[in-house]
């Protein structure tokens, strides 16, 4: 199957191409010039108007940009916990509702609950609205099962749910999230260990994944984690410097981190190493507005050339959030990001994080056909705050998704 875009009014693309990742100094010479794109047999073809092909799509007035790609979601996940919300946004802190029975202790008996076939229902309609929203890759993770078995459990749904929906999927093992009942978080790193050889056997499970805060694990599990995965070649990705300090960049980056996660207290020191690494800086500015955390020094990371990228952090918790468009407006009022900032942190970055940018990410010839036909110019994805600028979805070529009232853009060969 061919396709061509026609009469485009911006078309994102990244300054050369082969890249890897682009640093966030480099964003502005994101490219934004109006054209066409063609794509056949699932992959990017050029940037010339093909009369021949045989999907056309009038892409007069709108954006094309590459598929986001949503680099840290908590998906599979079972039941939501809405009250929590309210208990904070009245001030309760998290250790009140914790010890009342809430938090991740509540979604691990709801996940523990829920067959397998409810919770891919639920989670295979979130990757529904994701898909609507424009993300055409994600990444799963385990950490509400807080046994072994309920962990390995939520990796091969992952790897289910991967399987079942239209997007690209990949499965990271947050093995250590909270210390299960029964052990301490030293003996449960233990079990961590022991446990590996059947992630890797049995899960598509490609990073490991740790939370360091005063209520779950410490640096020194962290570093630990950090050795496991190096000898299991897996990546090393960390939940840190989400509600206090810990100075836990340094030990991320001493083994090898691929990213570092939250950082809204991140310490000013540790932004130039961070920037100097070849480690992404995950930020989930939906987490921090509705936690009421602190903003992460983004604007000073984008400056000082770290590879940033946004996420959801979709997760019944802290972030319900699964809309990237709504994510990049918040970034973009609260970092004082520019929309290129957004969109490079959304895209060609975050695929990175995922090991996937050689294939997605970014609008090149030979990389997959995943992109958006926005339906406007991408300055309104920000601007037209809580706005769905999604009209229509390409994956590897096909449309997957289609707007009611962008249907009239795409029509057979003329
Ligand atoms: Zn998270």
Request: glycine share 10%; hydrophobic share 45%; aromatic share 6%.
């Amino acid at each position: 199957m061919s396709v061509c875009v026609h009469d485009a009014a911006q078309i994102l693309r990244p300054p050369s191409d082969g890249l890897p990742y682009l640093r966030h100094d480099r964003a502005g010479e994101l490219r934004l010039d109006g054209g066409a794109l063609t794509a056949a047999d699932g992959q990017i073809t050029g940037f010339e108007a093909d009369a021949g092909a045989v999907i056309q799509v009038d892409g007069a007035g709108c954006a094309v940009v590459p598929g986001f790609v949503d680099a840290h979601t908590h998906l599979p996940f079972a039941g939501w916990r809405a009250g929590e919300y309210a208990q904070k946004v009245a001030g309760a802190p998290y250790e009140e509702i914790a010890r009342a029975g809430g938090g991740i202790a509540a979604s691990s008996r709801a996940f523990g609950e829920s067959s397998d076939e409810a919770v891919l229902a639920q989670a295979g309609a979130l990757a529904r609205e994701m898909l609507a929203h424009g993300t055409t890759t994600f990444e799963c993770k385990s950490g509400y099962g807080l046994t072994v078995d309920a962990e390995l459990r939520a990796l091969r749904l992952a790897g289910d749910l991967g399987e079942r929906a239209e997007q690209g999927a990949t499965s990271t093992a947050l093995l250590a999230h909270a210390v299960p009942a029964g052990y301490d978080a030293d003996s449960w790193m233990d079990a961590v260990a022991a446990m590996l050889p059947r992630v890797r056997a049995d899960t598509r499970a490609s990073a490991l994944d740790i939370y360091v805060e005063s209520v779950a694990f410490t640096n020194e599990h962290l570093a630990r984690m950090g050795e496991l995965a190096q000898a299991n070649t897996l990546a090393l990705r960390c939940h840190v410097e989400q509600f206090a300090t810990h100075r836990s960049v340094p030990v991320a980056l001493a083994h090898g981190a691929r990213s570092v996660d939250h950082l809204a207290c991140l310490h000013p020191d540790d932004v130039a190493p961070l920037a100097g690494a070849e480690c992404a800086a995950v930020l989930l500015p939906g987490a921090e507005l509705l936690g009421a955390e602190h903003v992460a020094p983004a604007r000073a990371l984008a400056d000082a050339g770290a590879i940033c990228v946004l996420a959801t952090d979709a997760n019944p918790g802290t972030s319900p959030v699964l809309s990237l468009p709504l994510v990049i407006g918040i970034a973009v009022r609260r970092y004082g990001w520019t929309v290129r900032e957004a969109l490079l942190a959304t895209t060609l970055n975050a695929a990175w994080v995922l090991g996937r940018s050689g294939e997605a990410g970014s609008l090149e010839a030979g990389k997959q056909a995943d992109f958006l036909l926005l339906d406007g110019p991408v300055e309104h994805v920000p601007y037209r705050f809580g706005h769905n600028p999604v009209a229509a979805v390409f994956i590897a070529g096909r449309p997957v998704h289609v707007r009611p009232d962008a249907a009239w853009r795409i029509g057979g060969a003329t």
